[in-house]
């Protein structure tokens, strides 16, 4: 089975403009959640989704949005780019159905590298 | 205080030998842990889960977990040179996954 996978790859943009970052899970995951990660640091949890619903949100301005579609899939909007937007961004599915009392594992995927000047 | 505490090393270890990586979090609420290893330009690696006090074993890695004292450790043994990354430590709660900045591992021939 595929992994999970983002597009684009790589992306350079400048202030002020707006990115889409796309995800698709692991078949059969339906919970996606979004991660940023600057040079040298662990990922910072962005959001959260499960079955097209908000989960969870991290401590990232309203700039920041996103949105599962039903048939699981993930975009990351953010608008009014700035500098310190530049990071490494990465999906991460997990299964998150019923009848479990614990958190579950995340799979994540390559990331996207974004680039603002 | 941050989330989650990790020595940013970088730890250097010979080959053969273990590595013991060390990780203490501050939300009592959380309920899994997880280890990942993320590779330089890479995006992590999941290796390992614990979810209750004591040691889980899976080949030369080994999680343990003492969550009265907010502590998380993983031990490879037989230490290789592909085992040179970042480790990088993960409480969870649910809707809450908080990452430490990691530990670099180097694993010398």
């Known amino acids: 089975d595929a992994g999970v996978t983002q597009s684009p790859t790589h992306l350079i943009k400048t202030r002020g403009q707006h990115v889409t970052l796309r995800c698709s899970p692991i078949s059969g995951h339906k919970s996606v959640s979004w991660y940023q990660q600057v040079l040298g640091q662990g990922p910072q949890f962005i959001f959260q989704y499960y079955e097209k619903e908000e989960r969870g949100r991290g401590n990232f301005p309203d700039r920041f949005s996103a949105r599962q579609f039903p048939n699981y899939s993930s975009e990351l909007n953010v608008n009014a780019l700035l500098l310190g937007d530049s990071a490494l961004y990465l999906c991460?599915?997990?299964?998150?159905?019923?009848?479990?009392?614990?958190?579950?594992?995340?799979?994540f995927g390559p990331g996207t590298r974004l680039t603002v000047t | 205080q941050k989330e989650v505490e990790q020595n940013s090393g970088p730890l250097s270890v010979p080959e053969g030998a273990i590595a013991s990586l060390n990780c203490t979090y501050s939300?009592?609420?959380?309920?899994?842990f997880f280890w990942y290893r993320q590779y330089s330009g890479k995006s992590p690696e999941l290796i390992m889960s614990?979810?209750?006090?004591g040691d889980k074993e899976d080949g030369r890695f080994t999680a343990q977990l003492n969550k009265a004292s907010q502590y998380v450790s993983l031990l490879i043994r037989d230490s290789q040179p592909s085992d040179s990354a970042t480790y990088l430590c993960?409480?969870?709660?649910?809707?809450?996954?908080?990452f430490g900045s990691g530990t670099k591992l180097n694993v010398k021939p």
């Open positions: 993960a409480p969870a709660g649910f809707n809450k996954f908080y």
């Open positions: 939300d009592r609420g959380s309920q899994s």
């Open positions: 614990i979810y209750s006090n």
């Open positions: 991460a599915s997990s299964w998150g159905g019923q009848g479990r009392n614990l958190p579950y594992e995340q799979y």
